[in-house]
């Protein structure tokens, strides 16, 4: 309930003890749990019943009944919820039609003598001794689930996006992530290379298309956000484009792929 919600029906839901959180719908919860056992255990039988309800269909739209329940835990609409760090890798390289099926194989080969940031180490050092090299060539367009995670230092190439948004610490259980707010999300969203080359694969896939500049526009929006394009989106994306033709035609559809990466709508579930 909490991965698909937002909030768990208990909202401690790393701590069902006598001093977490009580059920905010108890006998939903029993009903729940009777099911889950009449259904033979089945977690996708269970995922299936909590998709399909009409609470999970829910705009995340605010009505006037949320002034008397801030906290929705009534459930009147649905919460806004940020992608997670794999989700916002993934959506990317969905978008710019480079993810690739896992290749199997063996996993990141270490290397010894030095840490993970390539530095030497340091006599009588407790530091964890190895580096990561040699990954396989589709490793950067695998899910990230699938990338390798290091539980003593900070996530390697293509899956540092986990250590900006909230990754949690991979040697602690943790039930609930964090959900941050902070200005080095924006920064790494501005300039890591990870988002510049996914809005230059993006780009090159829209360029080598047929069409106008607006029919161009319309298949970005529906890659990226998964919507048609309105009429004043059209004109700012015009207009953005001309101002940026100077350094080029695939700059241009560059910078305004890397933009909409950076927008609300892709990053949240509404």
Do not use: C
């Amino acid at each position: 309930w909490q991965k698909l919600f937002g909030e768990g029906l208990v909202r401690s839901v790393d701590y069902f003890g006598t001093r977490g959180d009580t059920p905010s719908h108890p006998e939903l919860l029993d009903h729940l749990a009777l099911r889950f056992m009449r259904d033979g255990w089945s977690q996708k039988r269970l995922i299936r019943t909590l998709v399909l309800s009409r609470t999970y269909r829910l705009s995340s739209g605010r009505g006037a009944e949320a002034a008397s329940d801030p906290e929705n835990k009534l459930l009147s609409h649905m919460n806004r919820q940020r992608l997670d760090a794999e989700s916002i890798r993934d959506a990317m390289l969905v978008a710019s039609g480079r993810l690739v099926a896992p290749s199997g194989g063996p996993g990141l080969p270490l290397e010894f003598p030095e840490n993970i940031t390539g530095l030497p180490i340091a006599a009588k050092s407790n530091h964890p001794q190895f580096a990561i090299k040699n990954e396989r060539e589709s490793q950067a367009f695998e899910r990230t689930l699938y990338l390798p995670v290091v539980r003593t230092g900070t996530q390697p190439g293509t899956a540092r996006l986990r250590d900006v948004f909230d990754f949690p610490q991979p040697a602690q259980f943790t039930g609930k992530r964090n959900e941050t707010t902070v200005p080095t999300q924006s920064l790494y969203l501005l300039n890591a290379d990870l988002i510049r080359q996914r809005g230059e694969d993006l780009a090159k896939a829209l360029l080598a298309t047929q069409g106008s500049d607006l029919d161009r526009i319309g298949r970005l929006w529906l890659r990226v956000l998964n919507r048609p394009v309105a009429t004043a989106e059209q004109e700012d994306a015009l207009a953005f484009l001309q101002a940026s033709r100077a350094a080029g035609e695939a700059h241009a559809w560059t910078e305004l792929a890397r933009t909409l990466f950076g927008t609300n709508e892709f990053l949240l579930r509404f």
